[in-house]
């Protein structure tokens, strides 16, 4: 690793997010994935975005699925990014979720949840910025949600 890479990695993290869970089923299990870079991108269509490293074995999985979910955790589901961000095991053990009709993966508890369809796909340096459209939503505006800061989870104070 490089000093540029070092020093991109630290700053960075000094840009606090939200943290979400990109999840489908996959052969009636599901299958998931955390980022950090999510990010509401329109009101007209709906449309929200993620960025998938290529380094992803959980992406290809997910990526032709008619349903994705997409769930903001919530400042108390820290053990759930850390579950979903894991590189073996699985990653929905003691994760409590439902699935939507058409095999979007929701988390219980979070702050804030859709269901989406993947739009498009732009190729960019060593990940993917995936668009997707929204069909359903909503919101828990009682539950605060979990930031992550610095290479490490936060809560709001």
């Known amino acids: 690793m490089t000093a540029l890479d070092l020093n991109?990695?630290?700053?960075?993290?000094?840009?606090?997010?939200?943290?979400?869970?990109?999840?489908?089923?996959?052969?009636?299990?599901?299958?998931?994935?955390?980022?950090?870079?999510?990010?509401?991108?329109?009101?007209?269509?709906?449309?929200?975005?993620?960025?998938?490293?290529?380094?992803?074995?959980?992406?290809?999985?997910?990526?032709e699925l008619p349903r994705i979910g997409i769930s903001v955790l919530g400042a108390h589901q820290e053990h759930v990014g850390r579950r979903l961000g894991a590189r073996t095991g699985d990653r929905f053990a003691g994760v409590a979720w439902r699935s939507t009709p058409d095999g979007g993966v929701l988390v219980e508890g979070a702050s804030a949840w859709y269901v989406c369809t993947v739009e498009q796909r732009f190729r960019s340096g060593d990940h993917d910025i995936v668009v997707f459209r929204v069909h359903d939503l909503d919101a828990a505006p009682d539950v605060p949600p979990l930031v992550f800061h610095a290479s490490a989870f936060r809560r709001l104070g």
């Open 8 to 63: 991109l990695r630290r700053v960075y993290g000094a840009y606090p997010t939200g943290v979400a869970v990109v999840a489908g089923l996959v052969g009636g299990r599901p299958a998931g994935l955390a980022a950090s870079s999510f990010v509401p991108v329109s009101l007209d269509p709906p449309l929200v975005s993620v960025c998938v490293a290529h380094t992803s074995t959980t992406w290809p999985l997910l990526r």
